[in-house]
Nanobody, 123 residues
């Protein structure tokens, strides 16, 4: 699976952005999709994951209630809607895909990664 993340940019605190992750190469619905972020000097952090059919979703506590993940398997695309953004949300955001759900609350559980898209939230 090839993944292409997009939609990052500069936004003021309190604003919103929607990230997209376009997939190609394999049957998209077979894969769980995860979102991670990595700020400078920090480890890659789990944000959210969504099952292949979109019925099971988990969020990190740090984004719960502000971020929403979804997917459109007909378009082979996943989404991360980010609202009420804070300066501490500034990071490179990555999408990833996993064939199986085991270990997917951490980065090692994923088989494929997108290239990352930078989100900068100004105060």
């Amino acid at each position: 699976v090839q993944l292409q993340a997009s939609g990052g940019g500069l936004v003021q605190a309190g604003g919103s952005l929607r990230l997209s992750c376009a997939a190609s190469g394999r049957t998209f619905s077979y894969y769980l999709m995860g979102w991670f972020r990595q700020a400078p000097g920090k480890e890659r952090e789990f944000i959210a994951r969504i099952s292949g059919e979109g019925s099971i979703i988990h969020y990190a506590d740090s984004v719960k209630g502000r971020f929403t993940t979804s997917r459109d398997n007909a378009k082979n695309t996943g989404y991360l809607q980010m609202n009420s953004l804070k300066p501490e949300d500034t990071a490179v955001y990555y999408c990833a895909a996993a064939r199986f759900s085991s270990g997917t609350l951490g980065p090692t559980g994923y088989d494929y990664w997108g290239q990352g898209t930078l989100v900068t939230v100004s105060s």
